[in-house]
């Protein structure tokens, strides 16, 4: 079946803006998330969009959703070495979840 | 202090041999859920379970049992482990179906099956 599709790796230079992209699989899915992981940790929601919105902007996070090519992205301003980390996109479907393979984020200074 | 547990965090098995990993959460969330993590492919979901003895299979159920006997618990019992079972398990828990809630995720399991 289809996947829930991201880039594997993004190298951003500290102070940069940096966008991760994102296809998702299901039109119905209702709410599509952000996660970050970083190392030897759980995940950690960043964010979220319902379906009917095409932006969402949360602090230094702006997320972009284009309903018709089924394409998210999130794009991290003024990007931080703290910033260093794997994202997740994810889907849900009346409490069924699928997830990318995450975007591995290096922040050189 | 809010949480998810998980226990144990690290496990070396052999083939065949029954083992369940628990996980416990103390915000009596309706919400629970099983993933596992592979190198290359994210997350994928084992079962999750919207509230007391109702779970429902994810993405990837196969030689995965699970039950919610109580709102607080949701163990995960692999029967006969088989070594395509050597990954790293999460449970996560939220209020609702994980929507709009946050969906607070455990330390983790890391699962070797010799």
């Known amino acids: 079946g289809e996947d829930v599709e991201q880039s594997l790796f993004l190298s951003v230079r500290e102070g940069d803006s940096s966008v991760i992209n994102c296809t998702y699989t299901?039109?119905?899915?209702?709410?599509l998330y952000w996660y970050k992981q970083e190392p030897g940790a759980g995940l950690q929601l960043l964010t979220y969009i319902f379906s009917n919105m095409d932006m969402k902007q949360d602090q230094r996070l702006t997320v972009l959703l284009n309903k018709k090519d089924k394409h998210l992205s999130l794009r991290i301003a003024d990007t931080q070495t703290g910033d260093s980390a794997i994202y997740f996109c994810a889907e849900n479907s009346w409490g069924k979840f699928q997830f990318g393979a995450g975007t591995q984020v290096v922040v050189t200074p | 202090e809010a949480q998810v547990t998980q226990n144990p965090r690290y496990l070396i098995t052999v083939t065949g041999k029954k083992l369940t990993v628990t996980c416990s959460q103390n915000?009596?969330?309706?919400?629970m859920s099983w993933y596992r993590q592979d190198p290359g492919l994210g997350l994928r979901q084992i079962y999750y379970?919207?509230?007391?003895?109702?779970?429902d299979k994810g993405d990837v159920p196969e030689g995965y049992k699970v039950s919610r006997k109580e709102k607080r618990n949701f163990p995960l019992i692999l029967e006969s482990p088989s070594p395509n079972q050597t990954s790293l398990y999460f449970c996560?828990?939220?209020?609702?179906?994980?929507?709009?809630?946050?969906?607070?995720f455990g330390p983790g399991t890391r699962l070797t099956v010799l």
């Open positions: 299901d039109s119905s899915s209702t709410y």
């Open positions: 915000m009596n969330h309706e919400y």
């Open positions: 379970s919207m509230n007391v003895e109702v779970t």
């Open positions: 996560a828990s939220s209020q609702g179906q994980g929507r709009t809630d946050t969906q607070y």
